[in-house]
């Protein structure tokens, strides 16, 4: 940026505060390591006012911004990869009581979701989404690309949290409605424009957030299934029967192994099973015997209960290491899908030989959030700049009916591949709605729009 | 409309469907009779390709389109009060399969809640939005106003039900996302931004719903309270006992009395009280014992309980027949608005008397989905085209923080209030979304935006 572009932010939110970001390592580069950017500036604003004025000065030079809260994204929506400033809401920390009648509180993007989680705790609530990341996923990033996580299943994803939204437009004007009335049908609903919108139409500064009761009972099973196939039928066959079920998870027995071996655990089982389910119930009534009974009535070969936190978190360990394990490999291709449930079966295993055949040195490694057919496809063994493999398997899910990206974004990393799941008409309403909102194009200008 | 554009209406529908509107009866009247239009033409297409022939047509000619469905909607929104060609959308009556899977189901805008709900009932599910209107108000009504209702505590409104749209825009294209993927994290939320936009920024033409268990067991619940306070203490006290809780409806002694009145009722106790409580559980383990207790531990006067579906239709009759008891006193102001819990109980003893300071003839009625702050303020006794009571009521729940609309919308009966509820920042915002999708302006122009 210009020197009295960068004399103008430092004027706005104190020289400490926009630091030379001349490199390619942290906030420039994705926690996956496979987008490495440049930035002329990394500027972090501690106020909404901060924030209006950064960008007040941005809009008026012409000046391209990614906006950038924890930095855990996978689809390199977060990070300069033309060049951009990046603005960090970090600093933007503030988190406000908790109303116990509304249960709702309001929370500034720079939250991380654990901090959340732990001042909703401390008057017997909680927040409806949790993700693996949660130490330093941050409320603004989960806002924008609407996080999902293991609990979409019961409470759906960061959208449906959403009471109420604070953010600051392109030219720097303030759109604040944090009121969280939970009715009020008074015009266009902007928090769920914003949310998933990815920077792209304006920056999330706070948000008013639903909050849930935290039951007193919560139990987690992991089942050794014969298949994919039979491990969704499971999950259906629970879910028809347990309004408290939370959480189904898939993992396959080869994710297990490397799990097992590269994170040094026990085995769940003595026996092999070529596809696992983990479940998690939470109820004020313990559910243990519901979700025994449940189980018992399908085809489920091992079955192994936890109650207890520290059993029940050696479970949920098999699942969340996944992503830890996978990542000693080398840096993954992380290609997050949704499929219909009756396509997810046969996609599982053509996947597989797709990735296969593409290349002798790549390996395909499967689990997700199965109830909601939603796939993590992580691909290991290729080059991160080798995109064969986005394309074969973004090809294959639009060929099963499926969507692109179910719970991380479009980003960088799939705008070339957005007409898979969107048509041109789409896509022009999209393009419409992004000049109403930004139309100098300076808000993260490189994600999403093709 | 010019005689060219009328032969081209009925060219792309059928002559027999573009019928005759100058009248100031049936589609050009509202269903409470306080706003009367007039219209050059009743246009109503059979298919969503007609829906995008005719509006092409009017876009191209720069004709003003009002939509309208069941035309059971409260704010003056869907009757042609500046002379509009009205697009009924009640013949688009298709409502595919449910499946069972995924519990959804794809419906045409024209069809009724009824119909939707019976559907749904066939395989043991049910539609959540449900309201007194049901047998009239349409799919696309609902979904364009982001209806609300009776159960909206527990499972929120229409727009936490939308799955996926279709929907023509303004020139007549058609966007089309009808997958029914629960997690789809590609792009800004159409469904969210269409829902709730009352007409003006495309026409839904049909919707991917999601549905909930019908549970076996249902139990209805009217309790006596020492006042509104009361009422509201004891709704808040069972929400945190009961998550099975779903309904929660207030209204008061005068309600009640002219209800009982004008239908004939049996009172429900022999005490009278100032406020009443109509609560209801549903559930798979049977919850009137958990019920019970939850009431014993409050401060409730008298209870009258309902199980079988008879005795529970009577007791929701007390709370339904407000409306209909209502209008046989005439034309009433129907004000739909929200309070924070806090200040409900200040807001509706104040309201009453603000009414009657301002005209010694007007009477408030006042009753609502209370949890949600909800509170339905009906005004009888006033002109319908005397605003002075629109204006104070408003004004009065802007004072204490609240919405002027919780889920009847703005339509053209609130337009001149919508700054109390909004800044001119987000009007700015409203106003370049609509111009992004709808440029000429044809949509339903007189609604909603000042």
Same mark, same amino acid.
């Given at each position: 940026?210009?020197?009295?572009?960068?004399?103008?932010?430092?004027?706005?939110?104190?020289?400490?505060?926009?630091?030379?970001? +001349?490199?390619?390592?942290?906030?420039?580069?994705?926690?996956?390591?496979?987008?490495?950017?440049?930035?002329?500036?990394?500027?972090?604003?501690?106020?909404?006012?901060?924030?209006?004025?950064?960008?007040?000065?941005?809009?008026?030079?012409?000046?391209?911004?990614?906006?950038?809260?924890?930095?855990?994204?996978?689809?390199?929506?977060?990070?300069? *990869?033309?060049?951009?400033?990046?603005?960090?809401?970090?600093?933007?920390?503030?988190?406000?009581?908790?109303?116990?009648?509304?249960? $709702?509180?309001?929370?500034?993007?720079?939250?991380?979701?654990?901090?959340?989680?732990?001042?909703?705790?401390?008057?017997?609530?909680?927040?409806?989404?949790?993700?693996?990341?949660?130490?330093?996923?941050?409320?603004?990033?989960?806002?924008?690309?609407?996080?999902?996580?293991?609990?979409?299943?019961?409470?759906?994803?960061?959208?449906? $949290?959403?009471?109420?939204?604070?953010?600051?437009?392109?030219?720097?004007?303030?759109?604040?409605?944090?009121?969280?009335?939970?009715?009020?049908?008074?015009?266009?609903?902007?928090?769920?424009?914003?949310?998933?919108?990815?920077?792209?139409?304006?920056?999330?500064?706070?948000?008013?957030?639903?909050?849930?009761?935290?039951?007193?009972?919560?139990?987690?099973?992991?089942?050794?299934?014969?298949?994919?196939?039979?491990?969704?039928?499971?999950?259906?066959?629970?879910?028809?029967?347990?309004?408290?079920?939370?959480?189904?998870?898939?993992?396959? +027995?080869?994710? *297990?192994?490397?799990?097992?071996?590269?994170?040094?655990?026990? +085995?769940?089982?003595?026996?092999?099973?070529?596809?696992?389910?983990?479940?998690?119930?939470? +109820?004020?009534?313990?559910?243990?015997?519901?979700?025994?009974?449940?189980?018992?009535?399908?085809?489920?070969?091992?079955?192994?209960?936890?109650?207890?936190?520290?059993?029940?978190?050696?479970?949920?360990?098999?699942?969340?290491?996944?992503?830890?394990?996978?990542?000693?490999?080398?840096?993954?291709?992380?290609?997050?899908?949704?499929?219909?449930?009756? $396509?997810?079966?046969?996609?599982?295993?053509?996947?597989?030989?797709?990735?296969?055949?593409?290349?002798?040195?790549?390996?395909?490694? *499967?689990?997700?959030?199965?109830?909601?057919?939603?796939?993590?496809?992580?691909?290991?063994?290729?080059?991160?700049?080798?995109?064969?493999?986005?394309?074969?398997?973004?090809?294959?899910?639009?060929?099963?009916?499926?969507?692109?990206?179910?719970?991380?974004?479009?980003?960088?990393?799939?705008?070339?591949?957005?007409?898979?799941?969107?048509?041109?008409?789409?896509?022009?309403?999209?393009?419409?709605?992004?000049?109403?909102?930004?139309?100098?194009?300076? *808000?993260?200008?490189?994600?999403?729009?093709?």
């Amino acid at each position: 940026v210009e020197p009295d572009v960068r004399r103008e932010l430092e004027a706005r939110v104190g020289s400490a505060h926009v630091l030379h970001g +001349d490199t390619t390592e942290g906030p420039a580069t994705d926690w996956t390591g496979r987008y490495r950017g440049r930035t002329p500036a990394i500027v972090r604003p501690g106020t909404v006012d901060e924030v209006a004025a950064v960008l007040a000065v941005c809009d008026a030079a012409g000046v391209p911004v990614v906006p950038q809260g924890g930095n855990t994204g996978l689809v390199g929506g977060g990070v300069p *990869l033309a060049g951009e400033v990046v603005l960090s809401l970090r600093r933007l920390e503030r988190l406000g009581p908790v109303d116990q009648v509304t249960r $709702q509180v309001t929370a500034g993007s720079g939250v991380t979701l654990s901090r959340l989680q732990a001042h909703a705790a401390e008057q017997g609530l909680r927040y409806a989404v949790d993700l693996a990341a949660r130490e330093t996923a941050t409320v603004g990033g989960t806002v924008a690309t609407n996080a999902g996580g293991s609990r979409f299943l019961r409470f759906g994803g960061t959208r449906e $949290q959403l009471r109420g939204i604070e953010a600051v437009l392109a030219d720097g004007r303030v759109v604040r409605h944090l009121g969280g009335l939970e009715k009020d049908n008074t015009g266009y609903h902007l928090p769920s424009l914003l949310c998933g919108s990815e920077g792209t139409l304006a920056v999330v500064t706070a948000a008013r957030l639903a909050l849930v009761p935290e039951p007193t009972h919560h139990v987690t099973a992991l089942l050794g299934c014969p298949g994919v196939a039979a491990a969704l039928e499971v999950g259906v066959s629970l879910r028809e029967r347990l309004p408290e079920l939370e959480a189904a998870e898939l993992f396959l +027995d080869e994710g *297990l192994r490397l799990v097992v071996d590269r994170l040094a655990l026990d +085995d769940p089982f003595p026996d092999r099973w070529p596809a696992y389910l983990l479940v998690e119930c939470a +109820d004020d009534r313990d559910p243990t015997e519901r979700l025994a009974a449940a189980i018992e009535a399908t085809s489920v070969g091992d079955v192994a209960v936890g109650v207890a936190a520290g059993r029940r978190e050696a479970l949920w360990r098999y699942r969340e290491g996944h992503t830890e394990a996978m990542n000693l490999l080398g840096i993954p291709h992380k290609l997050d899908v949704t499929l219909p449930l009756g $396509q997810l079966a046969a996609f599982a295993e053509e996947v597989v030989r797709r990735v296969r055949d593409l290349d002798a040195d790549a390996h395909c490694w *499967l689990f997700g959030h199965v109830l909601d057919g939603n796939l993590h496809v992580n691909v290991t063994g290729l080059t991160p700049g080798d995109n064969r493999v986005d394309e074969a398997v973004l090809t294959l899910v639009a060929d099963h009916g499926g969507s692109i990206s179910a719970e991380h974004g479009i980003g960088t990393a799939k705008k070339a591949w957005l007409h898979l799941s969107r048509s041109p008409v789409e896509l022009d309403v999209f393009r419409a709605v992004k000049r109403a909102l930004d139309p100098r194009g300076i *808000l993260n200008p490189n994600v999403l729009l093709p």
